[in-house]
């Protein structure tokens, strides 16, 4: 008998998103992998975005991309969520990646991020300043003009790490670390 590994909190999608989220997350959380966001842009020739980071931390490659788009697109062919013709793109969050999961804000905590909110909170939609972390229901920042503010993560269209010299570094390190 193997042991059972602890839930994985996936991100928050909304309508079609939601649907192929849902359609793909166990079938990529099965290869070894974590979805990060699913997004599906264009009318004409859709396109879905997937999103994901290896489970065991270790860099994303070329050859991870391919397995994931083999398997999630065999998934979605069997399923059919879209009527019309599709494009399937596989990628890594990349270094300035979408903060989706409680996990994402706790790990970059220290880092600059920008949040964009649904409705206004406090008389604005955007956020920007150091990550501070996160829970289930809400992520903390300390704003760029200074006092600290804690966002409901169900309420953010959009959060995201802005690319700075501190992420880069941040990141070649976690690099030559796992080498």
């Known amino acids: 008998m193997t042991p059972e590994r ?14 192929i989220a849902d359609l793909v997350a166990p079938t ?9 966001r699913v997004q599906v842009s264009g009318k004409e020739r859709p396109v879905v975005q997937i999103m994901a980071d290896r489970a065991d931390g270790t860099p994303f490659t070329v050859e991870d991309c391919e397995q994931i788009s083999h398997a999630v697109g065999a998934v979605l062919d069997v399923a059919d969520p879209i009527k019309a013709e599709w ?10 990646r979408p ?17 964009e909110m649904l409705v206004p909170l406090d008389g604005r939609k955007r956020f920007r300043g150091i990550v501070l972390g996160a829970d ?13 503010i804690t966002l409901p993560r169900a309420g953010m269209r959009r959060a995201k790490l802005v690319l700075t010299d501190e992420l880069i570094a941040a990141a070649a390190a976690q690099t030559q670390g796992k080498n």
């Open 6 to 19: 602890p839930p994985v909190e996936r991100p928050r999608h909304e309508g079609l998103d939601a649907r």
């Open 28 to 36: 990529i959380e099965h290869m070894g992998y974590e979805l990060v």
């Open 87 to 96: 494009t399937l793109e596989v990628s890594s969050p990349g270094i300035d």
């Open 99 to 115: 903060l989706t999961r409680a996990k994402d804000w706790e790990r970059f905590a220290g880092h600059v991020a920008t949040v």
């Open 136 to 148: 289930s229901e809400n992520a903390r920042l300390r704003l760029d003009e200074g006092g600290d």
